[in-house]
Each structure stands twice: as C-alpha cells, then as structure tokens.
DNA sequence: GAATCGTCAATTGTCTGACATTTGATCTTC
DNA sequence: GAAGATCAAATGTCAGACAATTGACGATTC
C-alpha cells in the first residue's frame, strides 16, 4: 500500500500548483521539456506526461517549432463548459443519481437566476427563446430535438442574466440533465402543455416581471417531475 | 496552421468517447498499454501519454502488477469537487470575472439551495454552522482563517439542502471565491456584522424559516458586496 | 530598399528498446 | 493446509534517436 503518486503525477501537481497559485503568469512559457527534465532530474517522458496530465486540464497549451513550448493557458468560458459538462454528465450517470434529484437541483439553480435574467435579458434572448418555442411546437420533432431545445431554451434564459460564472455554473446543471431527459417519451399533450409554460414564461420575461417567472418555473418543474415519475412508474410494475 | 491534433490527443478522445458513451462501463479493464500501441498503431509512450491524459480528469485509475491496467474510474462527487473547485478558481482569477459579478453569482445559487435546507437539515448542519460560526468570533483569528471558516459555514448550508447535484455544482461556486475574499480585510466592525447574519441565518434554518433565510441571504450578499467596494475603491485613488 | 526564398536552430511529437518496480498468481516445501 | 519462493504481466522510468514544425536570420534578387 505504497502511497507515492508516480512521478509524472508529482511533476504535474509541481506545475499546477505554480499556476493556480498565480505565481506562473498567464502566457507564461514553461522552461523546455528537456530543461524540466533537469530541473527536476527525471527523464523527458516523465516530463511529458506531467505536461499532457496539465494540457488535459486545459492549464497549458502546447506550440510546436523554434519559438514553441508550453504555455499557462489563459482559461476561457468555453473550455471550462467542456469539462463541466461531461463532468457532470458522467456523475449523473455513473451515480445513480435519481431523475428528482437532478431536476431539483435543476430547477433550483434555474430560479436562482430568473431575477437577474428577467432584470437584465436582451432582446437577442428573448429572440432565441421565441425561436426555441417556435420549434417545439413542430410536430414531426423527435423527442431527442425536443430535448435539445428545451436545452436551448433554458441556456438562454440562464445567459439572459448577464453573469458569466451563473452561465457557466449552470451549463453543467442544465445540460448535463439532457440525456435523462431523452429517456422520457414526450406525448402530444405534454409537449404542448411545456411549450405553453415556456411561452408564459417568455413573456414574463418581456415584461420583466420576476416573480410570475418564479411561479412559472416553479410550475415547470413540478410538471417535468411528475412527467419523470410517470415514466418511471410505467417502467416499475414490468417487474 | 495543420489543424490536426497529436496522435495522444486523438487517441485520448477516442477512448474518452468510449468511456462518456458508455460503451466502456465503470471498472472495466481497458486492454493494456502494449494492445492499445498495436491496436492503434503508435508506440507505446503516445498510448502513454493519451492515458494520462484521461487521469488527469479522473476518467480512469491506473494499477500496477500482474493484474493491473487501466481501469475505467468511478467517478465519485469527491473527484468531480475537486476539479470543480481548481477549474472555478482560475476562471475567476484570470481577471476575465470582477468581485461583483462573482459574489451575485454566488449568492444567487446559495439562495436557490436555501429552501431545501431550510426544509431538510439536519442537527449535523446546524451543529457544524454554529461551530464555524463561534470560530468567526475568536478574536485572533487570521483573515484567512476567517474566510475558511466562512467558506465551511455556506457549505454546510448548502449540504444541508441534501441534494448531491446542488452540493456539487454549487462547491466550485461557493470555495472559488475564496481567493478573492482572501484579499478583503475584515474589520472588527465587519466581523461582528457578519456574524450576526450567520447567527440569525442558523436560527431560521434552526426554526425552518424559508422566507427570513432567504432575506438574511440577501441582506449578507449585499453587505459583501459593498465590502469588496469599498476594497476596491480604497485601491483605485492610490493611481 | 524591400520582398522573397533558403537555411538553421530550437522545440515538441513520435519511435525504439531497455530496465525497474509492483503485484497477484502459482508453485514448492514442510 | 499454510508459509514462503518464484514467476509473469503490467505499469513506471530511463536513454537515445529521428521526424515535424516553425520562427529567426541571412542571402538573393528585383
């Protein structure tokens, strides 16, 4: 029961640290791998695989050529709604993690942000909701593309609030629910009543009235757990 | 400008997407480095480095000995936390994200849990709550010391909404601007204030209070808010 | 003088082969 | 049957080589 990380492990904590710490700038460029090597008397594939743990992390990207090398990435929203999103995914899958659970955390983080968003949403939101909406009410949709919009949907009304850390928070929370969401068959009835749901809530929205947007929300998720139970209700009694 | 990514990287996507997909379930046994280099056709320290790569995101565990490989990990909430926590860290250190924008953030996710905990929790949460809560009013206590004890206070209340997924997303959210509260320092006064919300926050979760949480929450943010203000403005004259 | 081209050197990416280390499985011995 | 010795398979590390990329620098040409 040795507990000594391997040494690439060790060399990657090294880095990581230096760079969480702030005390490796971003845009900094690493020493060389063969210099690392030295530094840190181990071979330069030991080296490497410290950098490619690091790279993996999005922490350091690597250029090829005279002028190349490793450098600390400067970390944008983007990359980290990669991560979390499979993070997340992966959880909840490989968790067990029930379908109630996850919408309540859902719905929860969602009306956190509805003040903001109803304070502060753009026209631009507003359009792309509009546009979601249109969508979902196109009957040859699969239940898949229906998912996919109703995705689509939230992430603009979260990105309406204007706050960048709630967007990315929740990129995980709400997409990473998708794929259970594809388990559930959407009927004709229940697909029209979402949609009618997500237009009161659109138009509370425009008229920037915080609290009817709460009630409806509130509202959406109760609908979409009962819808959950149901579905799991239906699967139960085959037993 | 070859846009092709390193044999590393691709071999890594490739065994990732098998792992996401759940093609390769949990603890399964990925064949061993020698298979991998044939099978992909590469050598063996490019398999190498592509399964370092899927270690550094806690994608697979790596053991040594006669019936070692690598296996395709568990992923616990522990392990997602973690990189939860760093991920979020730099994101707001990188400057791209103010004092502002984060503590709305925060504050916002923490009000969405404040319900379910005001409903769920547990004597366990409250005992710890109170404990953190009597460490703030040492009068020697560190700045550091104060906001540590700070961050354990929030997350017991988030924990105590019992809600895994919440707990999860909202730990990089609520210990990622430890960091920036670090540079904030707490007077006396401040402290004293604070405190006293902490204390009043404990004793409506105590009576399952929803509503005076929810409004002590907002009354914290804001006085926060307006510390990291007046921080910031004590900085900016200076030029 | 400026633009183009070739060369060069530094660096990462990949390959090959070897040895060290760990660890469960198996065999041996009592 | 139990304790220890041995083995084999796998990862971890090392050493050295070559390929590929790319900016810098100089040479050539107009």
Redesign the pocket.
Not at 62 to 70: L, P, S
């Given at each position: 029961?040795?507990n000594t990380p391997?040494?690439?492990a060790q060399i990657a904590k090294s880095i990581r640290d230096a760079i969480v710490s702030g005390d490796l700038p971003v845009d900094e460029r690493?020493p060389?791998?063969?210099e690392l090597s030295e530094q840190f008397?181990?071979?330069?594939?030991?080296v490497?695989?410290a950098?490619k743990r690091l790279a993996a992390q999005s922490l350091i990207r690597?250029?090829?050529?005279?002028?190349?090398?490793?450098f600390v990435n400067h970390l944008t929203f983007e990359d980290a709604y990669g991560q979390q999103i499979t993070t997340s995914a992966l959880l909840l899958s490989m968790n067990t993690v029930d379908f109630d659970t996850a919408c309540e955390a859902r719905f929860a983080l969602e009306r956190a942000c509805a003040p903001l968003s109803a304070k502060r949403r753009s026209a631009d939101h507003l359009a792309t909701m509009r546009a979601e909406i249109t969508r979902q009410a196109q009957p040859g949709l699969s239940d898949e593309s229906f998912c996919a919009s109703d995705v689509a949907f939230h992430r603009a009304l979260v990105d309406g609030a204007g706050n960048p850390v709630l967007s990315y928070q929740l990129a995980g929370a709400v997409e990473a629910i998708e794929p259970l969401m594809n388990m559930i068959t959407f009927t004709a009835r229940s697909r029209t009543h979402i949609v009618g749901l997500h237009t009161a809530i659109a138009d509370a929205l425009e008229a920037q009235n915080a609290s009817d947007v709460d009630t409806l929300l509130a509202d959406l998720a109760g609908y979409t757990a009962a819808l959950g139970k149901s579905v799991a209700d239906a699967k139960k009694p085959a037993t």
């Open positions: 029961m040795k391997d040494l690439s690493l060389s791998e063969a008397n181990v071979c330069r594939s030991t490497r695989e950098l690597t250029q090829r050529g005279a002028t190349g090398g490793a």
